[in-house]
């Protein structure tokens, strides 16, 4: 069974600062990784994956994010935030061999001015 | 161009009561999907279908039954309405392989 956990509720950061907002995942194959952000009332926007090849890969608005299969972690980064980057985002792993997109819980990402 | 454009927007009704949201993607992808999103923002997958054939089917109550009439639509259907559907529910569709899922913007569904 695949699954994907995200540790932190809340994430506070200051304008200009870097960000982190963390992701593990659980997977019996090779795991597709996605990153999604959420503004209110609207549907998930895709930010950046990970299916193979360099660990570190880069995505919409500035953000990247880094595989690490011995941690099996997929950390959302980015190095200078901006008060719009304030939403919901959601980390999602699918099972290669599947079809599921299993999502984790959001981690709401507030950036102060 | 809406890419996966969902109907109604909202909905309020009555417990008991069936009502039905529609869903339509202009992407040409095979794959489409229906998830709820409850009052914690979390997100659960309900039903994936690929190309007309339903392929994940979550443990749902019978109540719900989604339909695709050709693969660029997925409608869902709730009977009997009940207090705990209230939620948002999202449709999805993807490409194919690791292509990552398009999401309409919701419907928030409200029983009363």
């Known amino acids: 069974a695949q699954s994907v956990a995200q540790p932190e509720d809340q994430v506070n950061v200051a304008e200009g600062n870097p960000l982190t907002v963390k992701c593990t995942y659980s997977v019996s194959g090779n795991p597709y990784l996605f990153w999604y952000v959420q503004y209110p009332n609207r549907g998930l926007q895709f930010l950046l994956k990970y299916i193979t090849g360099d660990n570190l890969v880069k995505g919409s608005y500035g953000f990247e994010a880094e595989f690490n299969k011995s941690q099996t972690s997929f950390h959302l980064k980015k190095p200078s935030a901006l008060v719009s980057d304030s939403a919901l985002y959601f980390c999602a792993v699918r099972d290669s061999s599947a079809s599921k997109i299993i999502f984790g819980s959001g981690t709401r990402l507030s950036i102060r001015p | 161009d809406t890419a996966v454009s969902q109907t109604p927007k909202y909905l309020v009704t009555q417990m008991g009561n069936d009502k039905s949201i529609k869903c339509e993607q202009n992407l040409g992808h095979d794959t489409m999907y229906w998830y709820k999103q409850d009052s914690k923002k979390f997100l659960k997958i309900m039903f994936s279908?690929?190309?007309?054939?339903?392929?994940i089917n979550e443990t749902v109550p019978n109540r719900f039954s989604p339909k695709s009439p050709d693969k660029a639509h997925l409608n869902l259907h709730i009977n009997s309405l009940e207090l705990g559907d209230s939620a948002v529910y999202f449709c999805?569709?993807?490409?194919?392989?690791?292509?990552?899922?398009?999401f309409g913007n919701g419907t928030r569904l409200t029983v009363t």
């Open positions: 279908y690929n190309n007309k054939e339903l392929i």
């Open positions: 999805a569709s993807r490409g194919i392989d690791n292509s990552p899922l398009h």
